[in-house]
């Protein structure tokens, strides 16, 4: 409150996230932060391609079958466009790009996948997954630390072919 009576500008940043908690090769994530006063929003884009480390082990009872899985995800930027609002002027924004993000990422991950066996060959799964980034999108010398978390759940038939 003493801040607004003396007429300094107060910024409160919204981020709100894209981030896909999967083990694809390709990922992109995407950030929407608002700068209150103009309400000005800036949009931001980071691609990587994506190579998993994934460890599990199941436990089977009849045809259920629990999967625990763990692991490291290491990301290679591709691509880093858009801007943040700027800490330097009250409306302005700065260009990110990808001198300024993390040229490798590490994403840790979690989840059980609870499969059901139908017949031989064919199992129903549900798997939750939670994952979160290790470290800031941009290096460790910027001013913004931005690390994305999610949780998702997978759902689908798994054909096994012996």
Known sequence: DTLLLTG?????????????????????????????????????????????????????????NLTLRVGIVAGILTKTTGHLPSPYSEFGTIDIDNNSSRKIMFSGMAGIEAAYDVSKHISIIAAPIYRFNLSSVFKKDYIIDERFKSVGIKVGVKYKLN
């Not at 908690?21 to 994530?29: E, G, L, V």
């Not at 103009?38 to 691609?47: A, G, I, L, P």
């Open 8 to 64: 300094n500008y107060v910024y409160i940043t919204i981020r709100d996230s894209v981030f896909v908690a999967t083990t694809d090769t390709i990922s992109k994530y995407e950030s929407n932060i608002v700068k209150t006063i103009d309400h000005k929003r800036t949009y931001n884009s980071f691609s990587y391609i994506e190579i998993p480390f994934i460890a599990g082990y199941t436990f089977s009872q009849g045809r259920l």
